[in-house]
């Protein structure tokens, strides 16, 4: 009953290798977001998707493409993989995605690039 | 641009005693909240401050809010060793947009 869940937890590949991570939320939140927290703990947002509708990109390279099928699930596909894109990965969620409510954030997904 | 910066970066206190960290941030806010991230999880919400306030409190947690001085802080009052974690800011600055600060490591030593 996992409410934020995202698959795989750890992702280990080889440059230039493609790879996706899956989002899923049960609360029946409408908006879900991806942010990358890299080495420093530093966490910054790359994507949120209201009701399946792109409207943050934050100067994401086109390797990385979101999709939303339904406004549970998020998906984050990345292209030709490089070093610099090693981190870890966070899903969250809110309800309506307006005026900055609290946001509910998965366990992670460890992205190591060899 | 990062929004929020916190200090101290860590924090080594004994159980029992309080922590207190602070947060700056650059521009007009929404809101500001907290949030706790423990070793290799997601991190959770703590506590929501919104602009037009100037304390909350929630259990063991007491926030404060300066816009003044475009900060906040966080103490934990009585702290366990289970309050070991990181910490986290965030700011509301538009629509969507939460953006989190650098963080605090607390380390809460038995």
């Known amino acids: 009953d996992t409410a934020v869940s995202q698959t795989p937890k750890y992702l280990v590949t080889q440059m230039g290798n493609d790879k996706s991570i899956k989002c899923e939320q049960n609360?029946?939140?409408?908006?879900m977001y991806w942010y990358k927290q890299d080495s420093k703990k530093f966490l910054k947002i790359m994507f949120s998707?209201?009701?399946?509708?792109?409207?943050i990109n934050e100067t994401v390279p086109n390797r990385f493409s979101p999709k939303s099928p339904d406004k549970a699930h998020l998906n984050l596909h990345i292209n030709s993989l490089e070093l610099g894109d090693s981190a870890v990965y966070f899903c969250a969620s809110s309800q309506q995605g307006n005026r900055g409510e609290k946001l509910f954030f998965g366990s992670g997904t460890q992205l190591s690039v060899l | 641009s990062q929004q929020g910066e916190e200090d101290p970066q860590a924090l080594s206190i004994q159980e029992g005693e309080n922590a207190t960290m602070n947060c700056s941030y650059k521009?007009?806010?929404?809101?500001l909240q907290w949030y706790r991230q423990n070793s290799g999880r997601g991190l959770v919400h703590l506590i929501l401050i919104r602009s037009n306030e100037r304390e909350k409190h929630s259990g063991r947690l007491r926030v404060t809010l300066d816009t003044s001085k475009k900060s906040s802080s966080l103490l934990i009052t009585a702290s366990r060793a289970a309050d070991t974690a990181s910490y986290f800011c965030?700011?509301?600055?538009?629509?969507?947009?939460?953006?989190f600060g650098t963080g605090t490591r607390l380390l809460v030593s038995p």
């Open positions: 609360l029946g939140h409408d908006t």
């Open positions: 998707y209201n009701n399946k509708e792109l409207i």
């Open positions: 521009t007009s806010i929404n809101n």
């Open positions: 965030a700011t509301a600055t538009g629509f969507q947009k939460l953006v």
